[in-house]
Each structure stands twice: as C-alpha cells, then as structure tokens.
C-alpha cells in the first residue's frame, strides 16, 4: 500500500497545489469586490464560498492521485462536525482554558469524565480524512479574510490541538494550515497563500507576511503550546 498521503511534506505539496490552482482559476474572482445594481460596493463574498471551492480544487488532486481508494476511502468535506458519531470537540486542559474562553468571549464546558479537562465544539473549515474513523486524519484547515484577521489565535489553537500526536486529544491529524485569502487591495494581488502549517501540534512554518502581525498569540509562546523559536522553524 503506498503510504505517501502520510507524509506532511507531500499533504503540504497538495495544499499549495489546491491554492495555485484557485488563485490562477475563475475562482480568484470570490476574492473580488463586486458592486451591487444600485452601485454600492459589498465586498467580496463569505468564506464559506472560498472553502468550498479550495476544497473542490483538493478533491480533484487527490483524485488524480488515485485517492480516494478501496483501501484508502479518504474524503474532503467542509465545516465537519461529527467526531466518529459524536459532535467533534476539542478537549483540552485548564492551562489552556482561559486562553480559549477570552477569545470564544463566554464560558466552556467541564469534561463531563476528566477532572480538570475542558471541551468545546469545533468545525473546521475543510479537513482531509476518512469519515467516522481517525485512520487516515490527513490535513486541517482553517480559512481566515485577510480584513478580518489574518493570523487568527483562536484558528491556530485548534490546529495546534487538531495536530498533536497524543490519543488524549483524539484527533492526531497529520497537517494543519491557515489560508488565507486576501480580499482587499492594500494586501497587494488578491490571492489564497498559506499562514502557518502545524505538524505534531507545533507551528513548523509561519507565512513572511505574518511578520509585522502583532504578537498576541500567547499560547505559542510556550514549548507545551506549541511554539518553536524562528530559528528552528521552516522556510
């Protein structure tokens, strides 16, 4: 059986091939202002329109690449919210709790089980897996407008929790990535590019243009959270 849909390198290889091919399709025009009859300018469309279209460019790829498969029945699907039957949720611990409460703007529920553990619901934008198992848990995605918030902390919380490695979190996805799309001009050409990419719960890349982004994500500051020094990062 070929194993290549388990390394991280080849799933990022898909990913930035799913961008290039929305950003030099018809599709670039979702991130287009587009003026309405009466003239007045709306912006460019939600991003559950820019979802659904990265994903449609991802399925088709791995089409090409024989999957999904008898032995490997992958699927792409937007905004899942089932976890093997039950509603997906990240579990995490008190440490992290209040980080996540701050951000979600309201309380989160105690593990019904685990003492000291915490759950909240999640559905991300676009996930790479096999349905109603956690065999082939290959990428997840989240999808930020560049004038909303182009280096989202709540976002890379959950894909630093989506990729760990460790069966007390569940999900143990090989990648996580931001997108994101810039929508406006003062971001220059508009376009999908790649934020940051996660692997092993741990943020292994961190998009140029992040740069000048203000230092607010506090849980990457610490090795159990997921932070590498930019020394250690990659590209």
Request: hydrophobic share 30%; aromatic share 8%.
């Amino acid at each position: 059986m070929n194993l290549q849909h388990k390394d991280p390198k080849w799933l990022v290889g898909i990913l930035e091939e799913a961008i290039d091919r929305f950003n030099s399709t018809e599709d670039k025009r979702l991130l287009e202002d587009e003026n309405s009859d009466d003239g007045k300018n709306h912006g460019s469309v939600g991003e559950c329109a820019i979802n659904h279209r990265l994903a449609v460019h991802l399925e088709r790829i791995l089409q090409e690449r024989g999957y999904p498969s008898k032995e490997i029945p992958i699927s792409v699907d937007c905004e899942y919210n089932r976890h093997r039957g039950a509603k997906k949720q990240h579990e995490i611990k008190d440490d992290l709790r209040k980080r996540v409460e701050a951000l979600k703007k309201h309380a989160i529920q105690k593990h019904p089980e685990q003492e000291g553990w915490y759950v909240f619901s999640v559905f991300p934008d676009i996930i790479v897996h096999e349905r109603g198992v956690d065999t082939n848990n290959l990428i997840a995605i989240e999808v930020k407008r560049a004038s909303n918030s182009p280096d989202d902390e709540l976002d890379c919380i959950k894909l630093h929790l989506f990729t760990i490695q460790h069966e007390d979190y569940g999900y143990r996805y090989i990648l996580g990535a931001t997108v994101i799309a810039f929508d406006d001009d003062k971001f220059g050409e508009r376009r999908l590019e790649i934020g940051r990419l996660f692997i092993d719960g741990q943020c292994r890349h961190r998009a140029k243009f992040l740069e000048n982004e203000p230092a607010t994500h506090d849980f990457l500051k610490t090795p159990e959270c997921g932070y590498l020094p930019d020394e250690q990062r990659e590209g």
